[in-house]
C-alpha cells in the first residue's frame, strides 16, 4: 500500500558529502513524521533523525552539527544532508516514515529498502 524508496547513497571519501532521498508513495491520506535510521555491520539500527510534519526535526547526538534532515510535504519527501563524514559513518540507511492511509486511520509504521553509504579514509 505504501512503498519508500531511498536514493543517493554510495562510496565516498572521508570529509565529503552525501544527499539521501527518500519518496513516500502510494496509498497515502496524511505522513507524520518521517526519519532517517542507520546500521553498521554488527550494530542495531540506530536513530540518526527524524522530521516531524510541521518541521520539527531532532537529531542523534553523535552526529554534532554534521548532518541536515529536511523534507517536501508536497512530494512527501525526505531528505538527509550529509557532511564531513566519517568512516563510521558506514552503514545502511533506512527511510522511515509514519503515514495515515485514510482519515481516521491509525498510524502505520513504513520502512524503506536501505541505501548503503560507504566512507573510506
Known amino acids: 500500500q505504501v512503498q519508500l524508496v531511498e536514493s543517493g547513497g554510495g562510496l565516498v571519501q572521508a570529509g565529503g558529502s552525501l544527499r539521501l532521498s527518500c519518496v513516500a508513495s502510494?496509498?497515502?491520506?496524511?505522513?507524520?513524521?518521517m526519519g532517517w535510521y542507520r546500521q553498521a555491520p554488527g550494530k542495531q539500527r540506530e536513530l540518526v533523525a527524524v522530521i516531524t510534519s510541521g518541521g520539527r526535526t531532532n537529531y542523534a547526538d553523535y552526529l554534532k552539527g554534521r548532518f541536515t534532515i529536511s523534507r517536501d510535504n508536497t512530494k512527501n519527501t525526505v531528505y538527509l544532508q550529509m557532511n564531513s563524514l566519517k568512516p563510521e559513518d558506514t552503514a545502511v540507511y533506512y527511510c522511515?516514515?509514519?503515514?495515515?492511509?485514510?482519515?481516521?486511520?491509525?498510524?502505520?509504521?513504513?520502512w524503506g529498502q536501505g541505501t548503503q553509504v560507504t566512507v573510506s579514509s
Open positions: 502510494g496509498s497515502i491520506f496524511r505522513v507524520n513524521d
Open positions: 522511515n516514515a509514519k503515514v495515515l492511509v485514510r482519515r481516521f486511520s491509525s498510524e502505520n509504521d513504513y
